[in-house]
């Protein structure tokens, strides 16, 4: 560890001593994005008993942050170079803490979606350029290892917060889970604003047309796979499929005519990784999904507490964090498309109701 912050005369990126600080606050920033999904999934059925709602209509606290952010990521990912990515980072940050104390302080169902919603914006606005600051901050040399630390802050982010939301929620209500966040977030504001790097930001224009047609489509997504779980009526499901649709074909239409595209679409011409990243996303759907159904699996059908279920949850993503550095090794020794495939089989695996592996609470 030591060896990401020495400094040899021909390094790029920042001293070794300025390092140290622009990290904390990168680390700071994931591990509150992370540590908030997991977190608020086990909280689910204690919010929709605090607030008298539903478990159909409780699932939209998560939901929300994660459409929010996954609908913005290529939006700020464009207006970093515009903004120049310290400010878009240390503007993230401040919405995330910010709405946070809102989540915190809601007291309806409709206050907390809107701060969740606002959360999942800040979320997105750090999340999106995280790596690339990783390159402003670390030289080429110590580039692999820095990203090995980010990977690892992501998986023992996962790791800790169902045991983090557990913990609390055995002592505490549910606006303290939200409420954890202010002070990790004000310290992470100012680190970022003092220790990031500077740069100047790009001069030329933005594609505001490719951004709303973005946010449309994969908004409209996320609400047609949400209404397909949950009864939609079949003519709004159809809407909802068709606009996301549509909006897709004038966003690569637009991507292909605009000067400054959101997208650039070159990156996919090559045909294995256009597939390895729909694979990608397709895997990390069928995790969230998974994390937030055994939430009420485990609590509302079968009686664990919340503490109970976050010691459930802890193996998944403790098991990532073990496993991903090894794995990483191990794709330089073996085929990664058979590796990658291995784990895939696993994770499908994992998730089938096999005879006599349910859990029983006592």
């Known amino acids: 560890m030591s060896r990401l912050f020495e400094t040899r005369p021909d390094d790029d990126g920042l001293p070794g001593p300025e390092r140290r600080l622009a990290v904390l606050a990168l680390i700071l920033g994931t591990l509150m994005a992370v540590v908030d999904t997991t977190m608020v999934n086990i909280a689910l059925p204690s919010i929709a008993t605090g607030l008298e709602v539903s478990a159909s209509r409780v699932v939209w606290v998560t939901n929300l942050f994660q459409v929010s952010s996954a609908a913005f990521l290529l939006v700020f990912a464009a207006l970093s170079e515009l903004l120049s990515r310290r400010r878009l980072y240390v503007a993230g940050m401040a919405v995330f803490t910010l709405a946070a104390l809102g989540s915190a302080l809601s007291t309806t169902l409709e206050s907390l979606l809107i701060f969740r919603a606002l959360q999942g914006l800040g979320a997105a606005a750090t999340l999106s350029i995280g790596p690339s600051i990783y390159r402003q901050v670390f030289p080429t040399r ?183 550095p090894l794995a990483g090794r191990l794709a330089d020794r073996v085929n990664p498309s058979l590796l990658a495939s291995l784990g895939l089989l696993l994770l499908m695996g994992g998730c089938l109701p096999w005879p006599g592996s349910m859990p029983r609470p006592g």
Not at 187 to 193: D, K, R, S
Not at 271 to 295: D, E, K, P
């Open 142 to 324: 110590l580039l692999g290892s820095a990203l090995g630390l980010s990977a690892m802050v992501v998986a023992g982010g996962y790791a800790a917060g169902p045991a983090i939301g557990g913990a609390l929620l055995s002592v505490a209500d549910w606006p303290w889970l939200f409420a954890l966040h202010l002070p990790l977030g004000a310290v992470a504001v100012v680190l970022a604003w003092r220790a990031l790097p500077r740069e100047a930001a790009r001069p030329g224009g933005f594609d505001w047309q490719g951004a709303l047609l973005s946010i449309t489509m994969l908004g409209g997504l996320f609400v047609a796979m949400d209404g397909l779980g949950h009864g939609m009526a079949a003519w709004a499901l159809a809407a909802w499929l068709g606009t996301s649709l549509v909006a897709a074909l004038l966003f690569v239409r637009r991507q292909r005519r605009a000067t400054h595209p959101l997208l650039p679409l070159v990156i996919f011409a090559e045909r294995r990784f256009s597939l390895a990243l729909a694979a990608q996303g397709s895997a990390f759907i069928g995790q969230g999904l998974a994390f937030v159904a055994l939430s009420f699996l485990f609590q509302q059908q079968m009686g664990f507490s919340p503490l109970e279920t976050a010691w459930l949850f802890t193996p998944w993503p403790l098991a990532i964090m073990l496993v991903g």
